[in-house]
């Protein structure tokens, strides 16, 4: 199998967002094809290119080897683009998704405004409701002190409030 990656594939990678100067090698250190993202930092970043659904060897710390071919160099794009800095939508899916997901957002918070206000005019009209009926109304006293008289007792003044 030949070491060198096609330039489909790395023109594919190249189309994504944020992945212009991408690069895929294969590393003979680690013995697996090497994804070199830029983060948003400027330093590239490294992937290796594995079978993610199997354990890590617990002796290299990676996934097991995977060759890269066509139908899996579709699979790495979908996956950088879902988990890495090549998702140009910061983890919200698709588009579609996205929308969706506002849409369901601003749709419940609109629920939510209009219930509260509903509420509250309730309260309101229940309150006013019983002081037209005469219900009794209970007055409190009060003394209300301003912040400069607060220890001398000639600048208090009362209040009844209800």
Wanted: with cysteine.
């Amino acid at each position: 199998m030949s070491r060198i990656a096609k330039d489909a594939w790395v023109s594919a990678l190249r189309r994504l967002e944020g992945c212009s100067d991408a690069e895929i090698l294969w590393n003979e250190a680690a013995h697996r094809w090497e994804f070199r993202l830029r983060g948003a930092d400027g330093v590239f970043r490294s992937q290796f290119w594995g079978w993610f659904s199997q354990r890590i060897d617990p002796t290299t710390g990676l996934h097991p080897f995977r060759e890269l071919d066509d139908q899996a160099m579709e699979e790495a794009l979908r996956n950088l683009e879902r988990t890495y800095i090549a998702n140009r939508f910061d983890g919200a899916g698709t588009t579609d998704k996205a929308v969706r997901r506002n849409i369901r957002f601003n749709t419940e918070h609109q629920r939510s405004f209009y219930r509260d206000a509903g509420t509250l005019f309730a309260d309101m009209a229940a309150d006013r409701g019983k002081r037209l009926r005469g219900a009794l109304q209970v007055s409190v006293p009060a003394q209300i002190v301003s912040a400069a008289g607060a220890g001398s007792g000639d600048k208090r003044a009362s209040s009844r409030m209800g």
